[in-house]
């Protein structure tokens, strides 16, 4: 079936403009996460949404960047009034379960599968 | 100590060789415990589950001591398609815990001569 997609799949942008990114996750999965990879670096955790709970956006490094997830489905990033320190590669992921991990499920249904990623370059 | 560490690398090996990759993890509570694999400029891409018992996939195995608090990733005769990053992931102990449900190690990378 169809794995996870994003868009765009590059976005440069000048300095203080907000961006939009989406994640379309694969169908039927419950838990959506964004990160962020600055190059060479490992993965940053930024938001995760479960089904129709609160999100949890510990990992947001700022108030300019926001998400929002509709209808259980489709997910947008927005940052706004970028910086050059927001150039990354934006990561989405879903997987079947989320958090609140219980014995009832077997480790696969917690695999996270990725999406391409949008290469954010803010100039 | 972190909660997920990984010697970063690189690991040089000639095609054919078997190469292990640990990494330790520092909460005993953690429960599921997974291998990615990261392409120079791509998304990570699950490799593995690791199970209790440890588990094979073809020139792949996968180990976890919990005793120990590491899981281990061993593959025989690599190939030149094997050079990656390959990224260790464990669910965090805590359900409100900070990170979403796993938590990722900065990587491994290794590099497969001909």
């Known amino acids: 079936g169809a794995g996870v997609s994003q868009s765009p799949s590059n976005k440069v942008t000048e300095k203080g403009k907000d961006v939009e990114l989406r994640c379309d996750p694969i169908s039927g999965h419950t838990a959506l996460y964004w990160y962020r990879q600055s190059l060479g670096q490992g993965l940053e955790f930024l938001i995760y949404?479960?089904?129709?709970?609160?999100?949890?956006k510990s990992g947001l490094p700022s108030d300019r960047f926001s998400a929002e997830r509709t209808g259980g489905s489709v997910s947008t990033l927005t940052i706004q009034r970028t910086q050059q320190e927001d150039s990354a590669v934006y990561l989405c992921?879903?997987?079947?379960?989320?958090?609140?991990?219980?014995?009832?499920?077997?480790?696969?249904?917690?695999?996270?599968?990725f999406g391409p990623g949008t290469r954010l370059t803010v100039t | 100590r972190k909660e997920v560490e990984q010697d970063p690398g690189p690991f040089n090996v000639p095609e054919g060789a078997t190469v292990a990759f640990n990494c330790t993890y520092s909460n005993s509570a953690s429960q599921s415990f997974f291998w990615y694999r990261q392409d120079c400029r791509k998304e990570p891409k699950l490799l593995m589950s690791?199970?209790?018992s440890g588990n094979e996939d073809g020139r792949f195995t996968a180990q976890l001591n919990r005793a120990s608090q590491y899981i281990s990733l061993l593959i025989r005769d690599s190939k030149l398609s094997d050079s990656a990053t390959y990224l260790c992931v464990v669910t965090p102990s805590n359900y409100g815990g900070s990170q979403g449900n796993l938590i990722f190690g900065k990587g491994t990378k290794l590099s497969v001569k001909p």
């Open positions: 690791v199970y209790s």
């Open positions: 949404f479960q089904g129709n709970s609160a999100p949890d």
């Open positions: 992921a879903s997987s079947l379960e989320g958090r609140g991990f219980d014995r009832v499920h077997s480790p696969s249904s917690y695999e996270q599968y």
